[in-house]
């Protein structure tokens, strides 16, 4: 059971816009900033959004953050076949003194 | 080339010990904290352990507090994980992450391709 809670899967069609939930409390999201993983099949994680809704250089502007109270999301608009890959959020929890991750969502683009 | 290398990984006895190490090129390594994050097989990804540049701050996941012990060589811009009493649950593909800060409190902004630890 993660810490933060995602949904297991999420799905849309070439050109939708779908949003990834990441619910948690308030001594990690709540006080902390979230950031955004994503890992294509059979590659390692690479950082998509930080600090909430900062994107790192390279990651297109299709992919937004944002985060309200002890809750996130990740929107993705235009989707486009090359987003299928598993979403994590992750932020410090100051009650365990370390990371949690989300579950991960696996998004399907149909 | 900007890049993390990990190694160290193989197949293990459980109680039997490891030793991880994660080298980095491309950059000034001993600018940035450091993290190791692990994968089970067909799971998500778990945070294992952190320690900012000049390793005076390490934490550590519960799960292997005690058993798991984060380092660093600035000088040979290396980062280990050096794992004691391995269990059966810490089989995982373990990744290397590189810290967007000189603390541990950052986004994870390069990751290596992970090595494999197997205990069995």
């Known amino acids: 059971q993660s810490v933060l809670t995602q949904p297991p899967s999420a799905s849309g069609t070439p050109g939708q816009r779908v949003t990834i939930s990441c619910s948690g409390s308030s001594s990690n999201i709540g006080s902390n900033y979230v950031h955004w993983y994503q890992q294509l099949p059979g590659t390692a994680p690479k950082l998509l959004i930080y600090r909430n809704n900062h994107r790192p250089s390279g990651v297109p502007d299709r992919f937004s953050g944002s985060k309200s109270g002890t809750s996130a999301s990740l929107a993705i608009s235009g989707l486009r076949s090359e987003d299928e890959a598993d979403y994590y959020c992750?932020?410090?929890?100051?009650?365990?003194?370390?990371?949690?991750f989300g579950g991960g969502t696996d998004l399907t683009v149909l | 080339e900007v890049q993390l290398v990990e190694s160290g990984g193989g197949l293990v006895q459980p109680g039997r010990s490891l030793r991880l190490a994660c080298t980095a090129s491309?950059?000034?390594?001993?600018?940035?904290?450091f993290h190791w994050v692990r994968q089970a097989p067909g799971k998500g990804l778990e945070w294992v352990s952190s320690?900012?540049?000049?390793?005076?701050?390490?934490d550590y996941a519960d799960s292997v507090k005690g058993r798991f012990t984060i380092s660093r060589d600035n000088a040979k811009n290396s980062l280990y994980l050096q794992m004691n009493s391995l269990r059966v649950e810490d089989t995982a593909l373990y990744y290397c992450?590189?810290?967007?800060?000189?603390?541990?409190?950052?986004?994870?902004?390069?990751w290596g391709q992970g090595t494999m630890v197997t205990v069995s």
């Open positions: 992750a932020a410090w929890d100051d009650s365990l003194s370390g990371w949690v």
């Open positions: 491309g950059f000034t390594f001993e600018d940035y904290g």
């Open positions: 320690i900012n540049w000049n390793s005076d701050r390490t």
């Open positions: 992450a590189k810290d967007q800060r000189r603390t541990v409190y950052g986004a994870f902004d390069m």
